[in-house]
Structures are given as C-alpha cells and as structure tokens.
C-alpha cells in the first residue's frame, strides 16, 4: 500500500517501473481437461445495429469466441494466439498484441469432451480490449471444466473479423467518448461522458443477452457440451458492469463477477440479489487530493473526480450490500490492466498502457484472479 497522498500523486504522476520481468509468454492452464476453441457468429434480428453508420445498420451481429474442456488433442502443436486477420486486436492504447510471439495453449475446433459434460457456462465481456486479450485468464477457467463464451462487442472491440472476411474496427469516436477521463473536449462533458458509459455497458448487457438466447442453437458440436441451467457471468471494466447489470435482468444467470469495473448503471444504484463478487485492482488515482489529481491531468475537475469516485466506490459497495452473499477481493499491487493478457507483453517506452499496469508479477496476478474466479463460481454453479 502507498503510505502517503504525496506518494499517491507520485505514483500517478510518473510512470514506474513495472516490478517484475516479463516473459513474453502466458502460464499453462492448471486444469484436467484439455482446452478447445471455436468461433461461432450469431445474429440477433430482434435488435437493431447501434452502432454502425447509418447506411450499415441492420441486425446486431456478433462473433464469439468459446474456450472448453476439449478432447486429448494429437495435434502438433497449439493453435496460434490471435487467428489470422484479428491482428489489429493490438490497437489499444499501444499493446502489441498482434505482433506478439505469446503461445495459446488451445486447439481450434477441438471436438468437447461430452462424456464429461455437460459444463457450466461462462458469459465474458470484455472493455476496449479484443476478447482473444484475456487468453490466459480464460484458457485456466476452461480447463477447470467451465464453457467461456468470451464475445466480441461489434464496433466497440478494436477488430470484429466475420466469416463472410467482412473486418469491422472500432467505432474511434466511441472509444474518445469512453476514455474522457482526461478531458478530451471531443467526448462531451462530465454528464455526457458518464451517460454514453452507461449506455455502452447496456449495450454490452444487451449482447450478453442475445448470447444466452442464441448461443444454444447454433450449429456447432460446442452447443452439446454446454449447460444451460448454470450460466454465469464476468466481465472486466465496463463489461464488469455488463455482467452485474445482465444479471439483474435476466433469472437465467446465477452468479455474476466485476472484474475491475465502476458501475455505471441502475445495478449500482439497486443492487445485484444473486451470488456476487468484485475483484478490484488498487486505485491510487482516486484516492489522491482531487485537486491534486485534477493537476496531475487525471481529471478535467474536482466535481468530476469526485462524481467518478462515486460510480466505484459506492457501485461496488451497494453490490457487497445487495449480494447473496456479495463479496470483494483486491488484488495488492494490481492496475486495471493487470486482468488481461497485456501483462505478459513487453510494452513500448511511450506506450499509455504502462500507466494501467501495477508491479504485482504477471503470473501471480494470473493465479489470483482466476483462483478467485474458480472459487466464486465453483461455490455457486457447481
């Protein structure tokens, strides 16, 4: 822990050291069962597409992307990291994800292991980053005998690559609308900004729920292995809040986890009466000064500060309030970014990522939050 507001400032001001090296490489799951993974697209004709310009609407169409207990593999070799043409997944904010020599430890397309199954299913939503960015996280919770269906929110992860070759990036304006927190005047103000991140995470709720719909009957050997009397539900950041918010919404879901996400919508406010449970990261920035903070370039005003303040801290409080039960875990020496694959990734000397990236070891990081995750699933899907 930072042992003074001078020091808090400090570690927000100058970018550290992270503390321990990189490998370049991410840890072998620790399950029984080997790990499979396949792509599956679906369209949801009862929803509209928001977010495309308005000559490319039409239905809201996804890709997912599903780890699983899988058959022994006699492949070779794993399939690689990032499937070709999803390269640009390393666009955000300087994480050379594409470029990365990093190994998958999955098959594609590996037959499930039904005689085993059928498993529990995972919903995972991700924030800014592609859902292939949290590989290591994932591949551990498939091999413990869960189904993780990890979607890829069309026009909000950095590249959505169709089977049709139809590559779809990033909606940018959206992406400077949701990271306004240092006052870029193209994001509009304080009220603007916290309103289209809860509109956003909605969105992420919604796509959620098009994924429970639809998921089961798609046609794909993965849809046997899945059991839909237990769904659970995870997400990082935003997604955090998708995750909460679709849980509320929906009796199917039985346990939702926040991974690090302030929460923007009405289950902040009226809370989540189900299993739930926020794995937090430390936040040095929002425990700083607010003026101090508001000098520092971390905030464009004290209000704001404080008003965001709010959105996490007394989110994640009405969720330990409301959850049956609701539970919290902070990760000493944790950032934002620590949940994802970004980690174990050598960064760029200029790369803004450093700045989200604690000095917790990768691995260690790794093991905690899954571990975390298999005990908060496992007491309550299992």
């Known amino acids: 822990m930072v042992a003074s507001e001078t020091a808090l400032e400090e570690e927000y001001l100058v970018d550290g050291e992270r503390g321990t090296e990189v490998r370049n490489e991410l840890p072998k799951p620790t399950g029984e069962f080997a790990v499979g993974r396949v792509r599956v697209e679906i369209s949801d004709d009862a929803r509209a597409e928001v977010l495309a310009p308005p000559s490319g609407g039409g239905p809201r169409k996804l890709v997912i992307w599903i780890w699983y207990p899988a058959a022994a593999s006699t492949a070779s070799q794993y399939s690689p990291y990032l499937p070709h043409g999803w390269e640009a997944s390393d666009t955000v904010m300087g994480a050379p994800l594409g470029t990365t020599s990093l190994q998958s430890h999955s098959n594609d397309d590996a037959p499930p292991l039904l005689e085993r199954g059928p498993f529990p299913l995972l919903l995972f939503s991700a924030s800014g980053f592609s859902p292939l960015s949290y590989v290591g996280l994932i591949e551990e919770l498939a091999s413990q005998g869960y189904v993780v269906a990890s979607i890829c929110h ?119 009466a189900k299993p739930a449970v926020v794995i937090a990261a430390e936040h040095p920035e929002m425990l700083a000064p607010p003026e101090q903070l508001v000098a520092a370039g971390a905030f464009p005003s004290v209000e704001w500060c404080l008003q965001e303040r709010s959105y996490l801290f007394d989110g994640w409080q009405r969720i330990l309030d409301s959850g049956k039960p609701g539970t919290m875990h902070t990760i000493e020496g944790a950032r934002h970014a620590n949940f994802s694959d970004v980690q174990f990734v050598p960064l760029p000397d200029d790369s803004p990522m450093k700045r989200v990236l604690g000095p917790i070891a990768p691995e260690m990081m790794w093991r905690r939050s899954s571990q975390l995750l298999l005990d908060f699933f496992g007491n309550h899907l299992h």
């Open 154 to 272: 069309t026009h909000d992860a950095p590249i959505t690559v169709f089977e049709d070759g139809n590559a779809v990036p990033a909606n940018q304006t959206n992406l400077r609308r949701i990271t306004a927190a240092v006052g870029d005047p193209a994001a509009g103000d304080m009220e603007e900004t916290f309103s289209f991140r809860a509109e956003t995470a909605l969105l992420k709720r919604d796509d959620m729920a098009s994924t429970a719909n639809l998921l089961p009957g798609v046609d794909a050997p993965i849809s046997e292995a899945i059991d839909m009397e237990r769904i659970g539900a995870f997400g990082h950041s935003l997604g955090g809040n998708a995750a909460l918010e679709w849980c509320r919404m929906d009796d199917r879901c039985r346990a939702a986890a926040n991974l690090d996400g302030a929460i923007w919508t009405e289950v902040g406010t009226t809370g989540l």
